[in-house]
């Protein structure tokens, strides 16, 4: 069950150790990211994807919805609500390709309607993308710490999917010759907010928390915010000429994720930073 604390092994299978001394190293090791909009994947995790892929790993996106009914068009304004669907799938891409995620999957759902979506279905979208690729990982939202109900949405489909995607009778007419039944050895939340200073609050012990400093990656992070260019253009403090207080605002502080299944590993290094 997610968020149940585990035991003190960590599983060889699922991780070589890496001690802190020996700085990171994921060749080989995949990363399926499953949110509901462009820019969450840069916003909120844009630091850890990044440091995830500069580190070798292969990160794969699916994105639920291309953002169509966002409010920010630019600025001055250059998007219409005819033209801002394709000009945000445009923006993910590149930002995408800043961060060196290697693969985007748009499940093209509705932006801001995901909540009226069938769980069981929405759930097997995902589940078919988990049986095809057999990630180490999945990272999403947690179902209740979204902050928007797209984002809880499909946080509660994702992780039904990773619970699931191993159960070859749950969705069987998915099962093929290159989609088999699968569980990813890892399922992780975003933990922004306060999640990390005050675990408790939020039912996380912490041990399941891990830390991304993204200092490393912050360039990189930042001119992914700026691919999300409808969206950033309207603050200014992020195109200003001062690159260093840019990149130190925006882009160099600390990510926190949640790995919701047991065994942690603590002091270890994971798919998506140091534990505890
Ligand atoms: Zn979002």
């Known amino acids: 069950m997610p968020g149940d604390r585990g035991g003190d092994a960590c599983a060889g299978a699922v991780q070589r150790r890496v001690r ?31 440091a995830f892929c500069a580190a070798g790993g292969e990160a794969i996106l699916a994105c639920a919805t291309r953002g169509e009914h966002g409010r920010r068009l630019g600025k001055p304004p250059y998007a219409t609500r005819e033209t801002l669907p394709a000009i945000r799938e445009a923006e993910l891409r590149q930002a995408c390709s800043t961060l060196g995620i290697a693969n985007l999957i748009l499940l093209g759902l509705r932006d801001k309607c995901l909540e009226y979506e069938d769980p069981d279905a929405l759930a097997a979208r995902v589940a078919v993308h988990i049986r095809r690729l057999r990630p180490d990982g999945v990272l999403t939202f947690h179902e209740r710490r979204g902050g928007h109900t797209d984002h809880c949405a499909i946080g509660r489909a994702a992780t039904r999917a990773w619970e699931r995607s191993g159960d070859a009778a749950w969705h069987p007419e998915q099962l093929t010759e290159g989609t088999q039944a699968f569980q990813p050895p890892r399922l992780y939340f975003l933990a922004g907010g306060d999640v990390a200073a005050h675990p408790d609050k939020h039912g996380v012990v912490p041990e399941q928390l891990t830390t991304v400093c ?14 999300h260019r409808t969206q950033t253009q309207l603050d200014s403090k992020l195109w200003n000429a001062d690159e260093a207080g840019v990149i130190e605002r925006f882009a160099a502080g600390r ?22």
Do not use: S, W
Request: charged share 25%; hydrophobic share 40%; aromatic share 6%.
């Open 20 to 50: 802190k001394d020996e700085g990171i190293a994921m060749p080989g090791k995949r990363l399926l990211i499953v949110l509901a909009h462009p820019d969450d994947e840069t916003f909120i995790c844009g630091g850890g994807v990044a």
């Open 255 to 276: 990510e926190h994720f949640q790995q919701a299944n047991a065994p942690f590993c603590p002091g270890e290094q994971g798919l998506l930073g140091m534990y505890v």
């Open 214 to 227: 993204c200092r490393p990656v912050a360039e990189r992070k930042m001119r992914a915010h700026r691919a």
